[in-house]
């Protein structure tokens, strides 16, 4: 009974957060209260598990997921706001046009990455999927439209703090980006399974716009390693057009890789502290997390780590910010 008592105060718990209104910032951005707790974080699925359901990926795929490790208890002491949605084109360009930021795609003349139909990856050294760095691409041309209401992309980690600061200054309170730990926590939402519907990547196609068919006739040699439906999207999709998770966020699988606060530490979970841990102390590169509409499903897990210089910028990665609560009296 204690048990039963405890997971239907959890649901309702997450059943009102999903459902509250939403207060918003100077920008529209609106924001949900995700209540402190304590989950498990990251994962430590053997590597024939994860083979048998992602079949025709390579081994050392999995074998290579080892900083996921050790699964370890995490507690989020203090309640904070996330933004419902990944930060989009039309909000962007109203900071820059109140700020007079200049991204760093534009800044440093170097712009950033994009689709070509025309360019073929067998050809370039990297074998990068995308064209770049080219000052003709930037977070206003990624290579595809994009409306006001789709997330902005080639935003560097530097970028979305530029945003968070003037955000602050503007708003009179805290805006930052998450932490790691505030991500995968706000991602899973009170569930220890892959992804925020379960364990099955079909369920991407509710869930989350990632590396479908629609996609996949964009990148036809990569086409085996899609997923099996059409989600209506080859590119970015309009924010909130997936069903969110029981913490009302949408979009924490695919549609933009979010640029998180932590630097980025292979071995840090076996020495992370359980009280709110915020990564190590430095770094070379900043961690993203969730993954994409060019995000294999392997790489959409809530416990997927991948990482960045803070200068990087593609038509992948964009922003998803938190605002600070009041500190109580």
């Known amino acids: 009974m204690r048990t039963a008592s405890l997971a239907l105060v959890l649901a309702t718990l997450l059943s009102a957060c999903a459902q509250a209104p939403a207060p918003t910032g100077p920008l529209g951005i609106a924001f949900v209260t995700v209540p402190a707790g304590t989950f498990d974080m990251g994962s430590d699925e ?10 025709g990926l390579e081994r050392s795929r999995f074998e290579g997921l080892t900083d996921e490790a050790p699964v370890h208890r995490v507690r989020i002491t203090r309640a904070f706001e996330m933004s419902r949605h990944e930060v989009t084109v039309g909000q962007f360009r109203a900071f820059l046009q109140r700020s007079g930021h200049v991204p760093e ?32 691409y930037s977070w206003q041309n990624p290579g595809f439209p994009q409306g006001d209401d789709h997330p902005v992309v080639n935003v560097t980690w530097n970028d979305a703090m530029a945003l968070a600061r003037w955000l602050s200054a503007q708003d009179g309170r805290t805006y930052r980006l ?19 519907h379960g364990n099955e990547p079909e369920g991407l196609l509710r869930a989350g716009n990632t590396f479908d068919q629609d996609a996949a006739a964009n990148w036809p040699a990569w086409r085996e390693r899609a997923l099996p439906g059409r989600d209506g999207h080859a590119f970015t999709a309009p924010v909130g057009s997936f069903a969110p998770n029981a913490f ?9 890789w979010e640029w998180v606060s932590d630097w980025y530490g292979e071995d840090y979970y076996a ?12 770094g070379n590169v900043k961690v993203r997390r969730g993954g994409s509409w060019h995000t294999w499903p392997l790489y959409t897990r809530c416990a997927f780590r991948n990482w960045n210089t803070v200068q990087t910028r593609y038509p992948l990665v964009g922003i998803r910010l938190v605002r600070e609560q009041p500190a109580p009296h």
């Open 46 to 55: 053997p590597v024939d598990t994860l083979a048998a359901a992602y079949p």
């Open 105 to 136: 795609s534009i800044a440093d003349g170097t712009g950033g990455y994009g689709y070509n139909p025309g360019y073929d990856p067998a050809t370039t050294a990297r074998r990068d999927a995308f064209e770049g760095r080219q000052p003709r």
């Open 178 to 196: 998450p932490t790691e730990a505030e991500w995968e926590y706000a991602c899973r939402a009170g569930s220890n399974r892959r992804y925020q």
């Open 248 to 256: 009302g966020l949408h979009d924490m699988h695919g549609n933009v």
């Open 271 to 282: 020495r992370s502290p359980t009280n709110d841990p915020t990564g190590p102390a430095d």
